[in-house]
């Protein structure tokens, strides 16, 4: 089925450490978004990518590193250097064409102790 | 930059209808969007109104967007229990392909 797999589903990670959160993709969208969740604050863009090898900084960069070395795949890499990691991380694809509809993954939560 | 306001919360009683409002202030949207995600999962697109449009229904779902006012609104009749969820607004201008979003609506129904 196509769709967008984002893993793990849960993560937790020590504080000063490092953690990768994986996207891949199979419906062959060109555009791939991270954005951050957190209660009551809706959802903040991340990073962009319209095209591989290509990215930019959303709102909220920070903190983060994402690449983009596949069509498929757009990981993100919660550095250390991000003050306030805890959150729930939604990738989502946008179809070609003008109604711009995203298309989201199941999302990862991530927990720092 | 652009911002997407909804209320917080919303609660009713199943079978009665539930009405979610949304203002936004970009003048140039061309697409408005309601997203619904469940209890820790991510966002399902619901449905969209293009610009032009005044009213779009789909089943349980209306859709009624006031452009002058930059109102939009979801109407979803005979609200189920299985409609408890988040509903989030979002917009998208023309020249942009990045859309905005609300901080969304938990509707919350009680039998």
Not at chain 1, 41 to 61: E, P
Not at chain 1, 92 to 103: K, P, R, S, W, Y
Not at chain 2, 77 to 87: E, K, L, P, V
Request: charged share 20%; glycine share 10%; with cysteine.
């Amino acid at each position: 089925d196509g769709g967008i797999t984002q893993s793990p589903k849960y993560l937790f990670r020590k504080e000063g450490q490092n953690v990768t959160l994986s996207c891949e993709q199979n419906l062959n969208h060109d555009a791939m978004y991270w954005y951050r969740q957190d209660p009551g604050q809706g959802l903040r863009l991340i990073y962009y990518s319209q095209i591989v090898n290509d990215f930019q900084k959303g709102d909220i960069a920070e903190g983060y590193s994402v690449s983009r070395e596949k069509k498929e795949s757009f990981p993100l890499t919660v550095t250390s250097a991000q003050k306030n990691p805890t959150a729930f991380y939604l990738c989502a694809t946008v179809a070609g064409g003008n109604t711009g509809e995203l298309f989201f993954g199941e999302g990862s939560r991530l927990t720092v102790l | 930059g652009e911002d997407v306001e909804q209320s917080l919360f919303l609660s009713v009683r199943e079978g009665d209808s539930s009405v979610i409002n949304c203002t936004y202030t970009d003048s140039s949207s061309t697409y408005l969007y309601w997203y619904k995600q469940e209890p820790g999962a991510g966002l399902q697109l619901l449905t969209y109104i293009f610009s032009n449009m005044d009213m779009k229904q789909d089943q349980r779902l209306t859709v009624l967007l006031n452009k002058k006012d930059k109102h939009l609104s979801l109407r979803i009749a005979d609200t189920q229990t299985g409609d408890s969820a988040i509903y989030f607004c979002a917009e998208k201008g023309g020249g942009s392909y990045i859309p905005t979003f609300g901080r969304g609506t938990s509707l919350i129904v009680h039998p």
